[in-house]
């Protein structure tokens, strides 16, 4: 596939990078923060403490569960 200088590659498109953050999020973290992402730094850091949170808050869930299922040491 021949591409033009102006031309960005897959990898640097917003789609995907939008994508790689909601279907496998620490490709997405590092597609977002590498420098051909045009996003301002404040949505870079938003995004990235708003999926932490979420995998805090996950951890979280799933450990309640398995204490209340009496499963937990």
């Given at each position: 596939m021949v591409?033009?200088?102006d ?5 640097e498109?917003?789609?995907?990078i939008?994508?790689f ?31 932490l ?6 951890y ?14």
């Amino acid at each position: 596939m021949v591409t033009t200088d102006d031309e960005k590659k897959w990898y640097e498109q917003t789609f995907w990078i939008i994508f790689f953050l909601v279907i496998f999020w620490p490709v997405g973290l590092v597609l977002m923060w590498r420098g051909s992402c045009t996003w301002h730094t404040a949505v870079k850091v938003i995004v990235t403490i708003v999926l932490l949170g979420v995998v805090v808050l996950s951890y979280q869930m799933s450990q309640a569960v398995l204490a209340a299922q009496g499963t937990l040491s």
